[in-house]
């Protein structure tokens, strides 16, 4: 068979294997949501599984198929879920995905679970996920299944901000659709975007608040938050080996690998 | 941007234009399941997908980005959910996942839904996930949206099954891990089939009943139900031309197109 | 007290005796729907009940009382829950019912049951409603509870298959109201069937696909799929031998009695 | 087909037009629960059906097929849900049931519906279920569905108790098991009742609160709160009379008949 | 710290300590309720965490935070939550924070919790939740956590009702807004109290039944389903008096203290 | 009757009044959750209910009772809900719990509704509430209800900041039981604050990710995440002033007061 560190491409044979020898299982957590005119609806499926797939590869783990549909886009993360295209579940059920997959992939044998995390939204509802699933796993005496959370770009650290935007750094919030997530599909996935369609508008100005329910005069028309017109695939370089590095320092310390 | 049937490949802009124009929007439904040693545990998710691109082609369609995770393997479809490998979801998680992705598509203006699904086991919940969005659309006076469910093997007439099954065709219960879903692989993704480790063993016998919890004595030791050892790429050819076929006869029916 | 199969007839002591003895417990589970104009609403439930009645004389089995109202009618199968008179609950009402069934009757000491499924639709949820009650169980260390799934059609053989239709056989999805449905009414309630008010059709003709919301021309007026006409006593005498016959034996084999 | 007031054995032709002609529904609700050594599990189940069944008469109104199982049984309504026999849903469970059971009649064009309630922990979950109904088909536009709650031991007047109980009433809440059930269950179902296994102490003593888990030695033995030695049939006959002219008086007064 | 029995007042190393001792806490359960035109919304929140405290003093126990808002208020016994200002969550809800506080308190290391209760209409969800929480429980081997449901008024004995109704008791459940809670708020927070505010009608004369939706008409225009006119400070003491006594006594009884 | 702002001192038809007046309404939500051993488990919902009443003071507004039990301690913002006393509920009842108060205040006839967050952990899950609730109003045709969210400590600007943390600002994920939350207590409730209780500590050091179940030891044992040595009623003071006034201004600015 195929090597692979894609659970989704081996057979369950392989996998059984790779299962027994300890491997860690990291899951990608995606969206379908609106990045723009010039990305594709699945930009958060496809980053979050290209960094998993660069941290499985340091830490000999696998990599589970993506959770592919997320939590509902916001206003001051993502543009807002009133936006056609993007196509989002409710709270309730991105929860009890997050909770089967730890459930299933623990029965499976797996101790070491990270979800790697690339939509902002998702994150505390596949906390609390993760929390059920654990404390259903205590009542079956199960104690050493250990779970990380991992949005990809609390890795990057503070020296790279500063490399990577020398004018200032908007913040992660202000990212939907921005330098780093056109960076990062320039060099992995540069066939989906379009740079000549990037609406190169200073980062929108938001509020410190939400309200419901959405304003759709408050989004820039583009979708994004700030602009992806600086973006390089050496920039992406730079994301994705930052970002990783930091998951496989995390992974191996907490994992003890 | 590209040129795609696949709504996870365009942008949000570039969709919303389809959409405007009426296109249906096909959702591939799938599963993470062991499929023997020989293919890998995303064979339903593949299959889905391909077919789903198939019909779009020939209906002017979207495909949605799949759902990748289904509801939990049965023994006498699918081997069984004791297997490790198998990684599947409570009935109310896909439930709620076909409600959810039903709403969200009417609310960007779809009317036509099909849901293309290529695991057994999920239709009866992804059914009851078409059926209450249905309602809640009716609620808010809604009432154009329609949705249709089909499982690709269901297209597949007479007259192939007697061409591909010369020695006789032990039902699309059996088929699981068998000739359809090898012969498929072979044409769609040969490098993630490895026919050498195909268990070439006679159609399993089963009840005509289940009984849980599941005996692991019951499912052949492949995970296999039927051989896919007399599988090629040609019968693969011809089950997607015929599935797609029946499956686009029916949406043009159906959808007035 | 009576002496009665039917554990709603029996009073607490003389059932805790029964349990007590190792008495498996059969669960009818049918539906209030419509079976045309020539048979009453509550078909489903009579029908399953008496299944498990007779399977109950020959194993020495207990009949809990019956889940009366099931899943929604499908079009494909039972005419369609848009028909007045069906009368349905959610797929969360049906696992749930099922789910507490089971834990109720282990909380019991009962560590043999079965489902005698009397409505088609009702299958799959039953069975997610007992693999999470046999999880929960799991929980709580409980690991000999054992639970079988049966439609009774299922254990009708070829052989009188072929006997009981000789102008051939439609198909146990288009049965509904039909032969076989009728044939055991006129055996086991026959004052509830009225003969002359049998709408005298072919079968039904029905895609391979289902589409929502229903549409009420491609069920038939009566809401029957096929002919009852042919109906007989007899037919119905020899439906209810083989069928529980059939489940006589399977539970047999499963139970090691 | 037969004249019958329950629904369950009409023909949907039948019901169809007594649903046109305006009938009420009645909806009878049970438990399957102990009742002691000398009655049946089903008592609640038969008595509400009974119940409806004579209030039907006199209202031109039709019974629903039972609610069988209902809300656990508590120690100081029922003796307890630890008892084995007592089978019974989560809260979740009822409420649901009797949700969907309003909105399906409600469907079918029923305005009038009422719940006829045997079972007294049943109470507030039918309360609920109703709730939450009518408050959807507010969403729906539907304004002119009521729905009644009536238990129909609170039916039966002062007058009647005096009659009945000249050494004193000890609650409705000590009846389980006792003079009420036991009489009408005299009058209804006399080869169901063994009178020479009624145990025939003094009314238990309980606490004005509840405590959980249940204390098994506060319940007395036979399961019973109260004797049933003096119950006789035409005390059954007594408060049949009365608790269905009651209900029948309440019908025709909110019902505008 | 200050000293204090209620928990929200206390650091958590106090808190710690008081649990290591093996206090029990109290759980107030209150409602935000009209209660007529002469008290506030939180009369149930007020009076239900007054009586803890006032048990808690006695018994060594702490008070837990109150769940503020309890289930929908039912025209019978609150006037009905149609009413502006009462304002109400699904009982859904109410069992889950029920359900949740136990286990908490449980995962403290607390062994003896009792719910004071102070709106009738939260029992039998309150009851749904502790039942839940219990069964949890027992999955994870946790046998010796006891829970007691008190509603406080019914632990005000026949002696003092003789007393304080000199005119005739009308019953607790027209007890809304009238003598027994406007007493107790008298004593406890009288600012709150505007006395001249009181509608003084004879006690609301209500069916033995429930209609939904709500039928305005039948509340009194105050939402007080009998006066309070008569109502003293002084009554107010012998409430809290005689009720917290028979919950000390009660308390002290099951726990063993 | 009293003059307050807080709904629950009022009456039901003095709120009444208010609500006909167009009066907001702003929900204080807290938790109850240890911070530390120099303040109270309530720190939270007193914070959050003094901050609704400041911003009330000056709007207009009304101030709902509070939600007091929250989603469960992090440890990166709330040191975890591993440690006894944080008493805490699941997400879904959480977003329960948001849902309902919003549906009920907009039946009331309350459009302008704002939740004053205290406790971090709780956001995602309000918005989720918040969302749900409004979803279903739309369904009712209800459109005009807007829900702002706010967590106070975003609206202390950062002026402020310098002049409040001289020796540079931790974060606010850091300031769990530090120098905001202990200088806020210091002024509104100095009697619960035990200043020679505050482990003076440098800010803890926690990672970028979470990992799950908790890891005590990465928790200062104070269970704060900073010190609260240098707080004074005066921050506290700067602190009310700075954050009331931005919610103030921002309900002007959203609810064109």
Chains 1, 2, 3, 4, 5, 6 share one sequence.
């Not at 723009?36 to 499985?56: E, Q, R, Y």
């Not at 996920?129 to 949005?151: F, K, P």
């Not at 609406?199 to 410190?208: G, R």
């Not at 989004?219 to 602009?227: D, I, K, Q």
Request: glycine share 10%; aromatic share 8%.
């Amino acid at each position: 068979m195929v090597r692979s560190v894609f659970m989704e491409d081996l057979d369950a044979f392989t996998y059984r294997e790779r299962v027994a020898d300890g491997a860690p299982v990291l899951i990608p957590v995606g969206s379908i949501e609106q990045h723009g005119p010039h990305m594709p609806l699945s930009v958060d499926v496809l980053l979050s599984k290209a960094m998993a797939g660069a941290v499985a590869e340091h830490t000999g783990s696998l990599v589970a198929a993506p959770i592919v549909y997320g939590y509902k886009s916001q206003q001051r993360s993502g543009g807002g879920n009133h936006l056609t295209g993007s196509t989002s579940l409710d709270a309730a059920t991105v929860i009890a995905t997050a909770k089967s997959l730890v459930l299933e992939l623990a029965r499976h044998g797996v101790r070491k679970i990270a979800f790697v995390n690339g939509h902002y939204e998702n994150y505390q509802f596949l906390y609390e996920g993760v929390d059920l699933a654990l404390g259903e796993l205590r009542l079956a005496g199960t104690q050493d299944v250990r779970v990380m959370l991992m949005s990809y770009w609390d890795f990057v650290d503070d020296d790279a901000i500063a490399e990577l935007y020398p004018d200032g750094f908007p913040g992660w919030d202000l990212e939907h659709g921005g330098v780093l997530e056109t960076s990062l599909m320039l060099l992995l996935h540069p066939a989906l975007v379009a740079m000549d369609r990037v609406a190169d508008i200073p980062p929108a100005v938001l509020p410190t608040y939400d309200l419901l329910p959405a304003r759709p005069e408050i989004t820039p028309p583009s979708g994004c938050l700030s602009s992806g017109a600086a973006a390089t695939a050496d920039k992406g370089q730079v994301l994705l080996d930052r970002a990783s590095a930091g998951m496989v320092t995390a992974i191996r310390s907490e994992f003890g690998m």
